[in-house]
């Protein structure tokens, strides 16, 4: 009886190499593991993930003895689509089997798909119906809580942000600003006519905290503005992080193919919960 034909006898052509990696592990700081609540995985621009809430009711006194009122929650669902970010580089073999090459193609790539992940989270316009991929991003959410009025010389419109989404019952996690965003809350004096800035003083730098809650700062935020989040009020799906060679794709040419793909779509659960804010101009 002859052999079955497996990958351990065939040409590596013929099983090429895929490698998956949890996303948090290689690509930890997409801002959609770092700032929202991964509720699932999913495969494909069809599939979805279902996150089921409650909008709640509202408790009150009943006299002793007297019948309570019956409540009546509201079980409410969102829906989380995802579309796939992906980049592929077709390399000579000679070079890719060069010292250092195969990791250094592989840190590139890590980025390019985090800079693709990061701007698409932030300010991917919402699909036309009937499609539902690319996912909108979260800050195209017309319901976010806006502020009034820019900041300018002084931070009470972040202060004010702040309680608003926390009456709203928010817990807030941090604050996303973009570069030129943290450079103007820098410049900010703490008096006027004072050379001293209001986020740290001389050439003590400050640190990259608001009102007690961490700042990062990304340029994937628009810019001019910043982002007040609950985590818990943005729902995520994202897949592993999913890298494969294949020598065979560019065969006549002598070169090898690597791809890097990775899923992801997010959006807000509770828009009322988050806030965004601009900078004054200088």
Not at 143 to 162: E, F, K, P, R
Not at 194 to 211: E, H, K, P, Y
């Amino acid at each position: 009886m002859s052999s079955p034909i497996t990958t351990n006898t065939t040409a590596a052509a013929w099983s090429p190499d895929v490698v998956a990696f949890p996303a948090a592990d290689v690509i930890p700081d997409a801002l959609v593991l770092s700032t929202s609540t991964v509720a699932g995985s999913v495969e494909g621009d069809s599939p979805v993930v279902r996150v089921p809430y409650v909008e709640d009711d509202v408790a009150s006194f009943t006299a002793e003895g007297a019948e309570i009122d019956h409540a009546n929650p509201v079980l409410s669902e969102k829906v989380v689509s995802t579309g796939k970010v992906a980049t592929v580089v077709r390399i000579s073999r000679e070079q890719y089997i060069q010292s250092g090459t195969a990791g250094m193609l592989s840190d590139s790539m890590r980025r390019s798909v985090i800079k693709a992940a990061n701007h698409a989270y932030l300010n991917q316009p919402a699909p036309v119906g009937p499609d539902t991929t690319p996912p909108a991003g979260i800050l195209t959410d017309p319901d976010i809580v806006t502020a009034n009025d820019d900041v300018a010389d002084n931070l009470d419109v972040i202060v004010d942000l702040v309680a608003t989404i926390e009456a709203n019952g928010a817990t807030p996690s941090g604050i996303l600003l973009a570069p030129d965003t943290w450079a103007s809350l820098r410049k900010i004096k703490s008096a006027t006519g004072s050379a001293a800035a209001l986020l740290g003083a001389g050439t003590q730098d400050a640190a990259q905290s608001l009102l007690s809650l961490p700042v990062r700062v990304d340029n994937a935020v628009p810019s001019g503005t910043g982002f007040i989040f609950d985590r818990s009020a943005i729902v995520s799906a994202v897949s592993n992080v999913e890298v494969a060679t294949n020598d065979s794709a560019f065969f006549t040419s002598d070169s090898v193919a690597v791809r890097c793909v990775f899923r992801f779509g997010a959006l807000l659960v509770r828009p009322d919960r988050v806030a965004t804010f601009e900078v004054a101009s200088d």
